[in-house]
């Protein structure tokens, strides 16, 4: 796997967009990152959800590891590049993408698109 196998896999999925975070491409969908891949073209990350993530990491440990800390514990996978296939990135971005459009879209999307995600009658708290 390339960098540009893992950007075509990403692109691939319906309105997923190419941004660019803390310096290194990412992949969103509604505005939420879905991937990224890292500025050393080695590894990518997907982020999946945890209980996904371990089936990940325990059927294809030498491509998947979790990322550290708490953002590995909610689900942030990195892969080693080299050592996925087509298949089982395939697998694991669509995984990504599906949990982020599941989210919704991100509340600066909202505000762009003048929608909003609270629920009707629900009030917004008083700033004080």
Do not use: C, Y
């Not at 997923?16 to 990350?45: K, Q, S, W, Y």
């Amino acid at each position: 796997m390339t960098a540009n196998q893992f950007r075509r896999i990403a692109l691939g999925h319906q309105d997923a967009a190419e941004g660019a975070h803390m310096g290194h491409p990412d992949f969103r969908v509604g505005g939420r990152i879905f991937a990224t891949l890292r500025e050393d073209n080695v590894h990518g990350m997907v982020t999946i959800p945890p209980e996904q993530q371990a089936r990940l990491v325990r059927e294809h440990p030498s491509v998947f590891n979790p990322e550290n800390g708490a953002w590995g514990r909610a689900g942030s996978t990195r892969v080693v590049l080299e050592a996925a296939d087509e298949e089982v990135l395939g697998e694991a971005m669509t995984l990504a993408w599906r949990w982020a459009v599941a989210k919704g879209p991100t509340k600066a999307r909202n505000r762009e698109s003048g929608t909003s995600s609270q629920k009707p009658g629900a009030r917004r708290p008083r700033k004080s």
